[in-house]
């Protein structure tokens, strides 16, 4: 795509760090190569124990638009909020410690004249090894459409993470938008909700330079006992967006959590009394639940089966039953 922005325009790029020490020198090297130069790099060290602030603090000295901030551990929110008050570009987007960026990606995502918000893919990477490419189609939409297909357009778009979009400063400072500093899992997705509240128009980016690593040390790789009440906080916070219930978002929610804990009753190391309480408190969650009307009346063939067997997620029996009525119908 030609690049039709002002290139004096000053883009800022937070960095949170936390005891990021073997990643993190690759990952300022990486913004250093980035094709657009007008940069400011806002890095907060979150209280690191490591040596991450020396890191820091050597990238800030060698190139005068690296700036770190040192605080006190608070968060990836806090640090991201603390990163939003000491930025002075027109445009901010998010990168984390442990992930990479080529250099066309600034280029990729700046926002250009009439819009709002951009937001790309990405690829996940695993020991520097592409494992998936996350690429969605181009195109520019209008936040009246999204509203009215809002399904639709989560199912395309998801926006799950802030570090695949660039945002225009003046609409979160002057709309007082902060990352949720109680959450520790979907802050990201909350954040991109309130700032599509204020938005007219979005581009969506085929481009995918953003290079996520998947560490030992990433968020998915944990068990969260409240993760029934991060999908329906998330749910609620769509549908508040749309301005109407989203059944078949919900549909997805809840499966979603409870195919987590279901997952983790296999891990020794977590009581699993514990999960199957919250797992059964998840299925009987009746904002979730009200989707099965939904999903009986307008759902495919596949999810009206399927909308029968739901309980069969606490006993551990959803994955084998499914393939069980697979087989029988010759799928």
Not at 109 to 114: F, G, K, R, S, V
């Amino acid at each position: 795509m030609t690049a039709i922005y002002n290139e004096q325009i000053l883009l800022s790029v937070i960095v949170p760090v936390y005891n990021a020490e073997e990643y993190l020198s690759d990952c300022l090297a990486s913004i250093r190569k980035s094709n657009y130069q007008n940069i400011e790099v806002i890095l907060v060290n979150d209280g690191s124990t490591d040596s991450s602030p020396f890191i820091c603090n050597v990238y800030s000295r060698k190139d005068p638009r690296f700036k770190t901030v040192h605080i006190q551990n608070g968060g990836v929110s806090h640090a991201r909020n603390i990163g939003i008050r000491h930025c002075s570009g027109e445009y901010i987007t998010f990168v984390d410690a442990d992930d990479l960026v080529e250099p066309s990606h600034f280029d990729d995502i700046m926002i250009q004249e009439n819009e709002d918000f951009v937001y790309s893919g990405y690829k996940n990477t695993k020991g520097g090894i592409v494992k998936e490419e996350n690429k969605p189609d181009a195109v520019v939409l209008d936040i009246k459409d999204i509203k009215k297909n809002l399904y639709e357009f989560w199912k395309k778009v998801p926006i799950t993470f802030v570090w695949c979009g660039c945002y225009k400063r003046h609409l979160i400072i002057s709309n007082n938008l902060k990352f949720d500093e109680n959450s520790i899992l979907g802050e990201d997705v909350l954040f991109n909700i309130d700032y599509l509240k204020v938005c007219n128009k979005i581009r969506i980016s085929s481009s995918s330079g953003y290079l996520h690593s998947h560490t030992v040390h990433s968020l998915v790789h944990r068990y969260y006992a409240n993760r029934g009440e991060k999908e329906e906080k998330e749910c609620r916070a769509w549908e508040e967006l749309s301005g109407c219930a989203e059944y078949r978002l919900r549909w997805y929610a809840w499966h979603v959590a409870l195919k987590h804990y279901e997952t983790w009753l296999n891990r020794t190391f977590i009581p699993k009394e514990e999960i199957k309480h919250k797992m059964k408190a998840c299925y009987n969650n009746p904002y979730f639940r009200e989707s099965i009307k939904y999903i009986r009346k307008s759902g495919s063939l596949d999810e009206k089966v399927e909308s029968y067997l739901m309980r069969s997620y606490v006993h551990k029996m959803f994955r084998p039953l499914w393939q069980i009525i697979l087989k029988i119908s010759g799928r």
